[in-house]
């Protein structure tokens, strides 16, 4: 019997502890330490007899960990921890800059080349699996267009950045994909739509004592980037009720492309859609699967930076090829 595939995790928030549960579902699969900037004493994980190890450490783990699964923030972590990391390490990542991921590809692409390994960046549902069905529907369908709807879910920026306005003491922000937007979109007629036709944005927001409620509705709706474009809602409500309506981590959303097929009088619709009762914990599942691929694929003695569309989708099972065949195909 082959051994299992050992995993690192670096972070242990809400991704790295989704991490650590979705491997105890993986049988082929076993943690062999976390890693963290905090005092590792600090930290206490759920797995027993698995060490929480500072990331200064790391170095000493190169021969005992196949595929390091990076759990950090797209803002100020992963641009640093990858390329990092991907000279010593097979590594996954869930890098979410759309804008910035040819930029982070290269960098990364540079440093598993030196180092032999692996890295398999951009890894999630969005970007990632969306990705893929956006990819694949426009290859299908050459003629027609592509949307992409976020939501109902919650946006850890948009919930950030309201919770950065001063005399705010909590907040947490839904994006909701507008249904007749949706519906418009299903019908084939092609809309052009603006992202604040697509979307609302719902706020819950807890202030401090004798803040100004009308000052701070009228920066939520006026943030640009964030807000401005959209039909905004705001409701003022009591850290209790926060805590206890809006503390779970939904999220999902559609990737929809329609087009015209032969000569031009069939409508063609393609649809794919996630419904997620905990984005950290799905997007920790994505990541593991991979974590499967990239073993596969650095075995087999490729190296290098790779994005969900150059992996084999079947190299992300545990099941032999004519498994997959007989299940699947």
Same mark, same amino acid.
């Given at each position: ?36 900037? $905090?005092?590792?004493?600090?930290? =206490? ?5 698995? /060490? ?5 450490? =790391?170095? *000493? ?20 921890? #990858? ?9 996954? *990542? ?32 969005? /970007?990632?699996?969306? #990705?893929?069905? $956006?990819?694949?529907?426009?290859? =299908? ?13 919650? #946006? ?6 309201? $919770? ?5 003491? *909590? ?17 084939? #007629?092609?809309? *052009?739509?603006?992202?604040?036709? !697509? ?18 509705? !009228? ?36 990737? =929809? ?12 619709? @393609? ?40 992996? /084999? @989708?079947?190299?992300?099972? %545990?099941?032999? %090829? ?8």
């Amino acid at each position: 019997m082959n051994r299992k595939i050992r995993i690192g995790i670096i972070g242990y928030g809400n991704l790295g502890k989704g991490v650590e549960l979705a491997l105890k579902q993986n049988k082929d699969m076993e943690l062999i330490a976390v890693f963290t900037r $905090r005092n590792p004493k600090s930290v =206490i994980i759920n797995s027993s007899n698995v /060490p929480v190890v500072h990331i200064d450490d =790391i170095d *000493d783990y190169k021969e005992e960990i196949d595929v390091m699964i990076l759990c950090g923030g797209s803002a100020t972590d992963l641009p640093e921890q #990858s390329p990092k990391f991907a000279k010593l390490f097979n590594i996954v *990542d869930s890098f979410d800059n759309h804008k910035k991921v040819e930029e982070h590809f290269n960098t990364v692409d540079k440093a598993a080349q030196e180092g032999n390994k692996i890295a398999a960046i951009s890894i999630g549902w969005d /970007p990632g699996l969306f #990705s893929m069905n $956006r990819l694949l529907a426009d290859s =299908i369908l050459p003629e027609g267009n592509n949307y992409t709807f976020w939501g109902k879910g919650v #946006s850890q920026g948009h919930s950030d950045a309201i $919770r950065r306005i001063e005399g705010v003491k *909590d907040a947490v922000q839904y994006t909701i994909p507008i249904e007749e937007a949706i519906q418009e979109v299903r019908s084939g #007629s092609n809309p *052009d739509l603006s992202a604040g036709q !697509k979307h609302i944005r719902e706020c819950y927001v807890v202030v401090e004592e004798n803040a100004n409620k009308e000052e701070i509705e !009228k920066a939520i709706k006026t943030m640009p980037n964030y807000f401005f474009d959209y039909n905004t809602i705001v409701h003022f409500v009591s850290e209790e009720e926060l805590k206890k309506n809006h503390s779970s981590m939904p999220h999902g959303g559609f990737v =929809i492309r329609t087009g015209k097929t032969g000569n031009g009088e069939n409508k063609q619709l @393609i649809e794919f859609s996630i419904k997620l009762g905990s984005n950290p914990e799905f997007t920790a599942s994505v990541l593991v699967a991979y974590a499967r691929a990239v073993y596969r694929l650095n075995k087999e003695g490729h190296k290098g930076a790779k994005t969900i569309f150059d992996i /084999p @989708i079947s190299y992300t099972s %545990p099941k032999s %090829p004519k498994e997959i065949r007989r299940e699947f195909l």
